[in-house]
């Protein structure tokens, strides 16, 4: 699974590293290949997920904002309810591609 941006190859892991959640595949960090993450102040909280931790992602000393997240402490009943514990893997912006 690769997570594609602008052309560059941002993060890459083998599918069964990563975890599907609503439609977002999200990624263990040690896939990401390019670019740093700068953590972000944007506040959200899903209801049934905890306390989200956006980041911004410089790449090529462009800073895309918010463009990845990830939960580093999810409720307990999240990681029951995917069935594996995602504390700190990382979800993309729509605008990255993520595929194989």
Not at 34 to 43: A, D, F, N, R, Y
Not at 58 to 82: C, F, N, Q, R, S
Request: glycine residues 8%.
């Amino acid at each position: 699974m690769k997570a594609v941006l602008e052309g560059t190859v941002i993060a890459e892991a083998d599918d069964a590293e990563t975890i599907l959640i609503e439609g977002n595949h999200y990624f263990p960090t040690t896939a990401l290949r390019q670019g740093e993450l700068v953590e972000s102040p944007t506040p959200y909280t899903c209801p049934w997920k905890g306390v989200c931790q956006y980041y911004s992602l410089v790449l090529d000393g462009t800073t895309h904002k918010d463009l990845v997240w990830a939960y580093p402490t999810p409720y307990p009943t999240a990681i029951e309810k995917v069935g594996r514990d995602f504390s700190g893997y990382l979800a993309f912006d729509p605008s990255v591609q993520v595929g194989r």
